[in-house]
């Protein structure tokens, strides 16, 4: 469904992903782990084109990019079949919640308003935030809002959802409730990339999980197999060294 081989990124000159290669099949989930700074949402950031990778090629739904000569026009194209959720929700301050969902379909999607709507509160109520259709971000909290944001890109209809550390701008009483959503959407065998450092939560929902560290993928196994026998001395010390630090 999504591969890319061989991503590059240079940031004055540190090169954060040093040639990554990266398999989607549909209905994965797959966590992208490893210490700060080791390219997560970098490599996330390059994938859906926030950031320009300097080398690269992505496959996608049948079609090939070159990442470092991908035109502007073929980017909207691709964008409109992912979505990202960001760890700092991105919501427009000045708009409700309904608006902040709706925004995105009547203008991007050029759909009408009313079906906008029913779209929007559909996916509102799955996220239980159909309560707060005509609040302002400011008026709620950090989880209801993170909630407005997965609600915002479950309603275009993404072929793959990507998260970046979706739980990591939250009070540690919050992580909760925005953990069970994603959950609930794995469980639905919907195809997310999920950058995240809550280990136990990749441990349940991932079907997957890509170890990087210093640019490179250390490791990349299925679930199970990374957290009961990792196959490197460094994810084991990894591992090892958030587990005594809980």
């Known amino acids: 469904m999504l591969k890319v081989t061989q991503v590059k990124k240079n940031f004055n000159g540190n090169q954060v992903l040093k040639g990554i290669d990266l398999n989607v099949e549909k209905g994965d989930v797959i966590a992208i782990i490893g210490p700060s700074g080791s390219g997560k949402t970098t490599l996330l950031r390059c994938i859906n084109f926030l950031e320009k990778a300097d080398s690269g090629i992505l496959e996608f739904d049948g079609q090939t990019f070159d990442l470092a000569k991908i035109t502007k026009k073929e980017i909207l194209q691709l964008r409109k079949k992912t979505a990202f959720v ?26 009408k308003k009313a079906e906008a709507e029913k779209v929007a509160l559909e996916f509102l109520t799955k996220v239980g ?9 400011y008026e709620i909290s950090g989880g209801q809002q993170q909630r407005v944001a997965i609600a915002r890109a479950l309603a275009t209809n993404p072929q793959i959802i990507y998260f970046d550390e979706p739980t990591s701008a939250l009070d540690p009483e919050l992580i909760g409730e925005v953990l069970s959503v994603i959950k609930q959407l794995a469980d639905e065998g919907r195809t997310m990339l999920i950058v995240t450092h809550e280990l136990n939560f990749a441990r349940s929902v991932s079907n997957k999980v890509v170890f990087m560290e210093n640019g490179e993928i250390i490791e990349s196994s299925s679930t199970s197999d990374f957290f009961q026998n990792p196959q490197t001395q460094r994810s084991r010390d990894f591992l090892k060294s958030l587990n005594s630090g809980h």
């Open 86 to 111: 960001f760890q700092n929700f991105n919501l427009f301050r000045n708009k409700t919640v309904l608006k902040n969902v709706t925004e995105g379909l009547i203008t991007v999607r050029k759909m």
């Open 129 to 137: 935030m159909e309560d707060k259709l005509n609040s302002y971000p």
